[in-house]
């Protein structure tokens, strides 16, 4: 088949299907998730939608889908600009959505989701009118489910085919996928490629949401890329180079922003943070290897992962989120008990111990998840300030009493050190700003006087003062001669935080360097799953 | 003109913020007077005058220290069994168990009569038993639970129906007096809470309720086991990274809670003159609903033990002023229309919950008068 021909016929200037002008989405929170985004779709292609965690991929799609309402621009199809209320009114005009995470009643068929997804409250199920209209589209699309099994039996592959089989069924002249091979199998990749070539050929346009590099250059026509709610490049894949995606994708070094150092030429203090200081390296703190842990769903998150964090040094993880980080950082603080390998904190093992053990050796564990993990929200600064160190002597009186005064005193020492702004000890934690409840967590964490600390997107939704000041933290405690395990989606922040870093992508280690070994385009390839032969 | 009804809401505003920004004391306060507003109404539509009957009430239950006595003496095992769903809901679950809890404590207070001790080690023995009866009642829900992962809502419920007729059976062919088949043994009088005032039904047991509710709250606030439980029942996950054991944390609050149940079965049996025994033939007249109305009074009370106290002390008063009201001369109120005030009070508890509502609903209101001004606007253009 001749690559170019199918998608060809969209690139006449009046072919496009639909047209979504000036974009800009400002959340309630102030955040900008999209500043002007303009995105043009034609008829016979697939678009791929490439950025990193917050690139605003998502926003994007979920506006054209009608899930969210932009802040300022419009959606203009050839017809006229449409505006949709509800994903319902964007199905009826033509647009479907199929999310990460599935709408499906388990214990429905697939024939019994589709109809459902069709009917309006009160009316008459057709189930089979249905099932005859799915196996006609399914002999014309080539994609088979089995009709009459409950989903929930079904692997993710299928179901994931299931919900694509209902937006189908809607008639849709666009169909949007995000990010639809994390969940799936090398085999059902290849698969679902198939698929939506087929789709495409069929007169189907497509918008696929991914980071990763190899997928969107094997199955897409016209790359798009996002960088932090901007649209940085629209190229035609097959002039499109992994090494200027990579690029696009995770930015150019401005002078604005920091560089990273090389530690092994001379010292030019040029971080963000205050000069960083030779410290010499300690000893080995943390050891782990060949770790094999499962997520959530019993999917191999972490898989076969090796590295030493030693005293002294920041070990810094980057990657695209969901790539095993969040699993591997449970592993080493006790909330996941992995499948195998090893983990000593000097020469202990940690795996399968409880946290309160963990904490015992010396390891701090700032959780990604502040309100999840890391606070009871409607508790006070004083009673979440003991928080893991509760059972320790310091404030454990004699029957389990709790010594007050002792843990008053804490608060006041902590509120001080770590500048925390509150109305005083007793002030309920969620009454706190996202800042100070970060700062409360750190200081709770360096507080134990830790010979590790565990940093899961230690600065995530922090204004820049207070991002800069945990940053800050994290240096003086490595200056201290502490290990520090940082892990952080925000490669800027790795890159100038970290003494060694690595590179995570599907439960891996892509690669372990120090930062300045490699280019920034290349961490790009290797978070979007490229390995490092092909790079070089 | 606006279509929206809600348009002029600045007086809706202001009550929800009033209301939201309420004290939890004075949101209580505020249900029990709602409570009582709409038992007014129903007794005024049923041709009764509700000042009338709201005065034989206040009088019946506050009116003089005899008055005084038989609401405490109520409040008595309320109080208790308020602590047993207080604790757990502490804990991050709803143990609906303490009816039954309650009466295998009684059952097992009730057998110190097979033996005879020095009054007061008596009666101590007789507390232990009946402590541990009601916890081992509530461990099993609990070990359920933990290990099977079983609703606790549901098996404590199913639990109280085994207690219950576990109980009957035991109050009818084990422990029955044999002189008088419809009761059990009479618990005896070394193993008897003594009298406070006399000529009424007032005990000791007030000051077994008040001990448990005090050290209860010592528990939970003051030591490192209850800030575990309160831990984890805000936020499991937390609790787990803080390196709570949340299985440990369940299992405490059931047997703390279960105690207390059993407890307030001991208080009955053992505090309440004049019977001191159980009347399985008349299955269990004296020892009904304490633990469900023990749900309302925890509720009311906010699930804080010097709140349960006070809620205990109205519920209390209700009892005792509405058998006055019902036969209060001219206005013979029945006793039933206390139980409806009770329910109506407990409804009102969650009416700041849907104030907090209003927001959501007005939203909704405005979004559908848009459409129906688009709609009326679109045939206005059609006609012209």
């Known amino acids: 088949m001749k690559k170019s021909a199918a998608p060809g016929s969209g690139r006449d200037a009046d072919g496009y299907l639909l047209r979504a002008e000036g974009i800009t989405k400002v959340y309630s929170d102030g955040t900008v998730a999209l500043e002007e985004a303009t995105l043009e779709i034609h008829t016979h292609e697939i678009v791929g939608l490439l950025g990193e965690n917050g690139a605003g991929k998502t926003t994007l799609t979920k506006i054209l889908s009608g899930l969210l309402p932009p802040t300022r621009g419009r959606v203009v199809s050839p017809k006229g600009p449409v505006r949709f209320a509800s994903p319902r009114e964007a199905l009826d005009f033509g647009i479907g959505m199929v999310h990460q995470h599935f709408a499906l009643v388990g214990t429905f068929t697939a024939a019994e989701n589709v109809a459902l997804s069709h009917e309006k409250p009160f009316s008459r199920i057709r189930l089979a009118e249905t099932r005859e209209r799915l196996e006609a589209l399914m002999e014309e699309s080539g994609l088979r489910v089995p009709l009459d099994v409950p989903v929930e039996k079904l692997a993710v592959g299928e179901q994931q085919r299931v919900e694509i089989l209902k937006v189908l069924s809607r008639d849709v002249k666009l169909l949007i996928l995000d990010e639809p091979t994390s969940v799936l199998t090398p085999l059902e990749v290849d698969e679902l490629f198939v698929l939506l070539r087929r789709l495409r050929d069929r007169g189907t346009s497509i918008i696929l949401i991914t980071h990763k590099l190899k997928e969107v250059q094997s199955v897409t026509d016209r790359i798009v890329v996002l960088r932090r709610g901007a649209m940085v490049g629209d190229v035609r894949t097959a002039e499109a180079t992994t090494e200027r995606l990579a690029q696009l994708m995770v930015g150019k070094t401005i002078a604005t922003e920091p560089t990273a150092v090389e530690l092994s030429a001379e010292q030019v203090p040029k971080t963000l943070s205050a000069g960083r200081k030779k410290v010499p390296l300690g000893e080995g703190i943390l050891h782990v290897a060949d770790l094999v842990a499962r997520g959530n769903t019993g999917e191999i998150a972490v898989d076969g992962v090796s590295f030493d964090v030693h005293g002294g040094e920041i070990l810094g993880i980057a990657g695209v989120e969901g790539n095993g980080q969040s699993e591997l950082v449970e592993c080493l603080t006790g909330l996941r008990v992995p499948i195998s390998g090893t983990a000593t904190i000097r020469d202990t093992n940690i795996l399968g111990k409880d946290p309160r053990q963990i904490y015992r050796l010396g390891v701090a564990h700032v959780p990604e998840d502040r309100w999840r993990l890391g606070l009871v929200l409607p508790f006070t600064l004083a009673e979440n300030a003991i928080l893991g160190v509760h059972q320790w002597e310091e404030f454990r009186g004699p029957f389990g009493f709790v010594r007050r005064g002792r843990v008053n005193q804490h608060v006041r020492q902590l509120m001080e050190r770590f500048d925390i702004q509150a109305t005083g000890p007793n002030a309920p934690a969620k009454s706190l700003s996202g800042g100070n409840q970060q700062k409360l967590i750190v200081g709770r964490e360096l507080a134990k006087n830790p010979a590790i600390v565990v940093a899961s997107q230690p600065t995530r939704g922090l204004d820049i003062g207070a991002a800069k000041y945990i940053r800050d933290l994290l240096i003086e405690m490595r200056d201290n001669g502490r290990a520090i395990l940082l892990v952080s989606a925000d490669l800027d922040e790795v890159l100038a935080l970290a003494d060694r870093l690595a590179i995570m992508y599907e439960g891996r280690f892509m690669g372990e360097s120090c930062p300045g070994e490699l280019s920034r385009e290349q961490i790009g390839m290797l978070m979007g799953g490229v390995a490092c032969k092909e790079v070089a | 003109m606006s279509l929206n009804p809600f348009g002029n809401s600045r007086l809706l505003r202001g009550a929800r913020r009033t209301l939201t920004g309420l004290h939890p004391a004075l949101e209580s306060l505020l249900a029990a007077v709602i409570g009582l507003l709409i038992g007014a109404l129903l007794m005024y539509i049923w041709g009764f005058d509700p000042w009338k009957a709201y005065w034989a009430l206040l009088q019946g239950a506050y009116g003089g220290s005899y008055e005084w006595a038989s609401t405490l003496s109520r409040a008595t095992p309320l109080i208790l069994t308020a602590l047993t769903f207080s604790v ?275 939203k909704q209101g405005q979004s559908l008068m848009r459409l129906l001004r688009k709609k009326g606007a679109s045939s206005e253009e059609g006609s012209t």
Not at chain 2, 90 to 115: D, K, P, S
Not at chain 2, 140 to 153: F, Q
Not at chain 2, 205 to 219: D, E, K, N, Q, R
Not at chain 2, 272 to 279: K, V
């Open chain 2, 88 to 362: 757990c809901v502490r804990a991050g679950m709803f143990n609906i168990g303490a009816e039954g809890q309650m009466l295998v404590g009684a059952m097992a207070a009730i057998c110190v009569t097979y033996f005879a001790m020095p009054s007061g080690i008596h009666l101590l023995i007789g507390l232990v038993f009946a402590a541990a009866a009601g916890a081992a009642w509530s461990i099993v829900p609990a070990l359920l639970k933990i290990t099977r992962g079983v609703s606790e809502v549901i098996s404590t419920i199913m639990f109280n129906w085994i207690g219950r007729w576990l109980a009957l059976y035991l109050a009818i062919y084990v422990i029955v007096d044999p002189q008088r088949a419809e009761k059990t043994l009479t618990v005896p009088v070394t193993a008897r809470f003594p009298i406070l005032v006399r000529g009424t039904d007032f005990s000791y047991a007030f000051f077994l309720s008040l001990f448990v509710a005090l050290v209860l709250y010592f528990i939970l606030w003051h030591t490192t086991m209850g800030y575990e439980v309160r831990a984890a029942g805000l936020n499991p996950t937390a609790a787990r990274y803080g390196g709570i054991r949340n299985k440990r944390t369940m299992i405490v609050s059931f047997l703390l809670g279960g105690a207390a149940a059993g407890l307030a079965g001991a208080a009955i049996v053992m505090g309440m003159p004049p019977s001191y025994a159980a009347f399985g033939g008349g299955a269990f007249p004296n020892l009904t609903n304490i633990g469900f109305d023990g749900m309302a009074v925890a509720m009311v009370g906010r699930n804080h033990p010097i709140g349960i106290i006070a809620a205990a002390v109205l519920f209390g008063g209700l009892n005792a002023g509405g058998r006055v009201m019902q036969f209060y001369g001219s206005n013979p109120v029945p006793l039933e229309m206390v139980r409806i005030v009770m329910g109506a009070i407990v409804l009102a508890m969650s009416v700041p919950e849907l104030i907090r509502l209003f927001p959501a609903i007005r």
